[in-house]
């Protein structure tokens, strides 16, 4: 069936660094890639999302890529700051439509250390 | 713009009894999720409404879970006889479109269920 798997679980990085998590998918007809960020008791909120015709997007320190070929995509985020600090979620959305449920990956908490 | 609202925040019960979980989406937004969120797990889907009716229920446990959207607003998650396995947090979100494919998926803060 279709599955999203996320990695690394935890990533621990000191300010000013650059952060990367990695996701992959095994439903090729997936157009869809958003990324959550969930903060400890929060609710999950959209950071960015890429669509299946675009390579690449960035909104300031964050970007995502997307190798539809190797079905993977990435998050990037650069210059990180103690507020970055949360559980990340990937998402796939099954099928090829836009109908499709979001699968989601199984997190990764990012800690960032001033 | 209000959020999606949930209620009881949290929810303690004894094994083999039953909870109820009520979701209100964003105002105007007809698609409508019922996500469970085991700790330390990603979002599954439990199931997707449009407007009143469902688009994708094919991990909704339904011998013990059922869920409704009268009037394709509101929305109640049940769970009958609950189970230890079934601790989890239970988030509602919506979006304006079906599938969240041109429209953010927005979610409410989660009901945090602990079966005993």
């Known amino acids: 069936g279709e599955n999203v798997e996320q990695h690394p679980s935890t990533l621990s990085v000191q300010e000013g660094d650059s952060a990367v998590i990695k996701c992959t998918y095994s439903?090729?007809?997936?157009?869809?890639f958003p990324w959550y960020k969930q903060e400890l008791g929060k609710r999950p909120q959209l950071i960015i999302d890429?669509?299946?015709?675009?390579g690449e997007k960035k909104d300031q320190r964050i970007a995502v890529t997307l190798n539809k070929t190797a079905k993977h995509f990435s998050l990037h985020i650069t210059e990180t700051q103690p507020e970055d600090s949360a559980v990340y979620f990937c998402a796939a959305r099954a099928g090829s439509g836009n109908t499709g449920k979001l699968i989601f990956g199984q997190g990764t908490t990012l800690q960032v250390k001033p | 713009e209000a959020g999606v609202a949930q209620s009881p925040r949290y929810k303690i019960i004894e094994k083999r009894q039953s909870v109820a979980f009520w979701c209100n989406p964003i105002?105007?937004?007809?698609?409508l999720y019922w996500y469970q969120q085991i700790l330390g797990q990603g979002p599954k889907l439990l199931i997707q409404?449009?407007?009143?009716?469902?688009?994708?229920d094919s991990q909704l446990p339904k011998d013990r879970f059922s869920a409704e959207r009268l009037k394709g607003v509101d929305s109640t998650l049940k769970i009958q006889p609950a189970k230890l396995e079934d601790s989890a947090v239970y988030l509602c979100?919506?979006?304006?479109?079906?599938?969240?494919?041109?429209?953010?998926?927005?979610f409410g803060e989660g009901s945090r269920l602990t079966v005993l």
């Open positions: 979100a919506s979006s304006l479109v079906l599938g969240g494919g041109t429209g953010e998926l927005f």
């Open positions: 890429i669509r299946s015709n675009v």
């Open positions: 439903d090729s007809a997936s157009n869809y």
């Open positions: 409404f449009q407007n009143n009716g469902v688009v994708d």
């Open positions: 105002s105007g937004h007809a698609t």
